[in-house]
């Protein structure tokens, strides 16, 4: 049996700064951590340079990643962005009570980010606002910023996918939590879209929500030239069966099980 010493070490709670525009560490950040824990041993072996969070919140979840891979002389680099000011500067001072650092830059998604970044993340994260709110929600100061969705919670989320398209690396993993309302296949067949295979890391279900950590990588087996002319069909069949019973493609991942 592993001893205490021999856990990897994530974040601290005690030590992860707060206020109170700012969302604090939740069930979907825990389980958004213990996707990154479950993918441990094979985000070590994938030897990633460059580690980017969208929406860093306390920071948490940024914290937690650069403790499990290490960097003082591991040569990875993290950078988070996030749109509200207050959650950046409470990240900075999550990061340094736990001894880590990241490039942080107040922006939307990437803004500004994207010529220089291109094609070179290696692991993207991401928790974003996924709850279904009124339009005019989204994007709204402080807090509301954290959770607001818009319809079926897939505003920002709809935003991000291609951004994250271009900003990852051949080799990039994106890991994603999403809510059922989010209708996760649906976001699955738009990656698949773009050359992605896919699978749900961590399944969870909460008194409120039923969460989704999905990973995304490009899937070199499965040419996007063969899924733009199997979509027509690709539509059809996938509006026959229930979600989350669909998926190939292995780069990078053991198991056939949980594809989403
Ligand atoms: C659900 S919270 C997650 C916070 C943190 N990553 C965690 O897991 O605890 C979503 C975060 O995304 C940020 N956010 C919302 N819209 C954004 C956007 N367009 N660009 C960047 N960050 C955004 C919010 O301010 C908030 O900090």
Known sequence: MASYKELPKTAQIRLVSSHEEVYEPCDDSFALVDALLADRTKLLEHRPMLCMEIGCGSGYVITSLALILGQEGSGVNYIATDINPH???????????????????????????????????????????????????????????????????????????????????????????????????????????????????????????????????RDFDNEVDEINNQSTFMGSLLSQIPPFSFWRGNNGNDSDKNKC
């Not at 001072?93 to 010529?115: F, N, P, Q, W, Y």
């Not at 910023?145 to 935003?159: F, H, K, M, P, Q």
């Not at 699955?188 to 989704?212: D, F, P, W």
């Open 87 to 217: 959650a950046v500067r409470v990240t900075h001072e999550t990061l340094e009570a736990h001894g880590v650092s990241a490039e942080l830059i107040v922006t939307d998604i990437a803004s500004g980010l994207e010529k220089r970044l291109a094609g070179l993340v290696d692991v993207m994260i991401v928790n974003p606002p996924y709850v279904p709110t009124p339009e005019d929600e989204v994007g709204a100061e402080g807090i509301t910023a954290s959770w607001a969705g818009g319809e079926n919670g897939r505003s920002v989320i709809d935003r991000i996918l291609p951004i994250a398209d271009r900003l990852l690396s051949e080799k990039g993993w994106l890991y994603m939590v999403t809510l059922t309302a989010n209708n996760p296949s649906e976001i699955c067949l738009e990656m698949k879209k773009k050359g992605y295979a896919s699978k749900i890391v961590v399944q969870r279900s909460t008194e409120e929500e039923n969460l989704h950590i999905i990973k995304f990588w």
